[in-house]
C-alpha cells in the first residue's frame, strides 16, 4: 500500500536516531578516509548511520557544525578539533546526555 513509516516521528518517541556525528578537519586526508571507513563499518554493524561533516580547520565552522549535529539530536559525537580551537564550550550540550 506504499506505507512507510515516519523516521522523525519516531526518532522523537524513542528519543534517539540511531545517527553518530563525525567532524574532521578536512575529507581528502587519506588518513582521515580510511578513519572514516572503519568508524562507517563499526556503525553499520551495530546500526547506527554516520553524518559526515568537515570544519576545514576554522573554529567557527566546527563550533557551527556541532550546534547543527545537536539539532539534529545525533546520539553521539566523534570530533577531531580544528587546529585553531581553544574554547571547548560550544560541546557543552552534548556533555551530561543519557545514553541508551
Same mark, same amino acid.
Given at each position: &500500500?506504499?506505507?512507510?513509516? @515516519?523516521? %522523525?516521528?519516531? @526518532?522523537?518517541?524513542?528519543?534517539?536516531?540511531?545517527?553518530?556525528?563525525?567532524?574532521?578537519?578536512?575529507? /581528502?586526508?587519506? %588518513?582521515?578516509?580510511?578513519?572514516?571507513?572503519? &568508524?562507517?563499518?563499526?556503525?553499520?554493524? @551495530?546500526?547506527?548511520?554516520?553524518?559526515?561533516?568537515? /570544519?576545514?580547520?576554522?573554529?567557527?565552522?566546527?563550533?557551527?557544525?556541532?550546534?547543527? &549535529?545537536?539539532?539534529?539530536?545525533?546520539?553521539?559525537? =566523534?570530533?577531531? =578539533?580544528?587546529?585553531?580551537?581553544?574554547?571547548?564550550?560550544? =560541546?557543552?550540550? %552534548?556533555?551530561?546526555?543519557?545514553?541508551?
Amino acid at each position: &500500500m506504499g506505507y512507510r513509516p @515516519n523516521n %522523525f516521528a519516531a @526518532n522523537l518517541r524513542t528519543k534517539h536516531t540511531d545517527a553518530i556525528g563525525v567532524i574532521v578537519p578536512k575529507l /581528502s586526508s587519506h %588518513f582521515i578516509a580510511s578513519a572514516l571507513a572503519g &568508524m562507517e563499518c563499526v556503525a553499520h554493524e @551495530n546500526r547506527y548511520n554516520l553524518i559526515i561533516a568537515q /570544519s576545514l580547520e576554522k573554529y567557527e565552522k566546527e563550533k557551527e557544525t556541532v550546534s547543527a &549535529m545537536f539539532a539534529n539530536r545525533v546520539d553521539g559525537l =566523534l570530533l577531531s =578539533l580544528a587546529s585553531d580551537t581553544k574554547d571547548l564550550r560550544h =560541546l557543552t550540550p %552534548f556533555c551530561g546526555h543519557k545514553h541508551r
